[in-house]
């Protein structure tokens, strides 16, 4: 099952890689199958046992296949590894962060195959993840965000980044969080959250202008928390636009909703939760009180709410192309104030 053409400029030990990933694509090697050994194929096609030996070591590298000491190499690995294989590990699993994966997958198309894994913004289940699948897979699509011992948002602890400093540059894609202190020529597509949301809220000035107070709900302690920036970047324009305002944890039961105010709301519950208050107590909604949600929906545009939503879409497209072309770079995600009637 193993064909080498002598003229081709491919080098031999690549040719052994491409015959055993076809030789599986096609159904011909299935898991558990035993292939020859380094001997056996070395004087089968007349090959160095340097050449072979460099083939299986990186047919196991890729976890293709593994050896057993005395019996001799065996499929381990079987599916759809012809294409481009991409480890996507998200930190949690959201409806937007879900948005970026279809979209990546999409514009993957029938070229990639693409294997999802969620850590939680756990950093021990995020080390075991890519420990586990080191060296398996063509890219790894990261997005690094995490949480210390008081549910407090952590970009990433110096452990993390020396794990992920491990994984060859030219195979890494971090998306969503930016990691400028990562030396190398890898791939990124991010958010910058501190001047996103100070940039989205200065479009909106005039229109903000109408109110007395901004009310910012900053979900502190989150099972997966919210990024720091997005607090420190609304201090910045509050303060600079000279904006009476106030940082709340959630939106409680029974809220003094009295004067002019306009709500920035991160969580849909907190969402949820005002629009039930201000409908029940019949307060009309841009006039009175105004909202702003944070990352937009379907849902949030039928019910006419303005919002500051980076483009998941794009971010999930641009990484798709990038890995595609091979051409890997680091690029700001769209970041948009789409307004509606809620302001």
Known sequence: MIVINNVSRVPKYKQIIDCVIDNIAKGKLKLGDK????????????????????????????????????????????????????????????????????????????DGHVTLSIYHCEESLFAKAIEKNMGAFDYYVIMPHFKNENLQHVSCPESIMEIIDEIPKEKLLLLDNSKPELSGNYGSVYQDFKFDIYDALSKALNKLKKYDRIILVYPRKSIFPYPLRILHGFHLFCSENQFDFEVLDEIYEDMELTGKDVYIIIEETDLVNLMQQIKMKGIVVGEEIGIISYNDTPLKALLDITVISTDFKAMGEMAASMILENTLSKIKNPFNYVERGSL
Do not use: H, Q
């Not at 019996?71 to 079987?78: A, E, H």
């Not at 012809?82 to 999409?106: D, G, M, Q, R, T």
């Open 35 to 110: 292939i020859p050994s380094i001997n056996e194929l070395s004087a089968e096609c007349y090959l160095s046992r340097d050449t072979v030996e460099k083939a299986y070591r990186e047919l196991k590298k890729r976890k293709v296949i593994t050896s057993v000491k005395g019996k001799g190499f065996y499929i381990t690995k079987t599916e759809l590894i012809s294409k481009i294989n991409v480890f996507f590990l998200i930190n949690k699993p959201s409806s937007y962060k879900l948005i970026i994966y279809n979209s990546f997958v999409n514009f993957m198309g029938a």
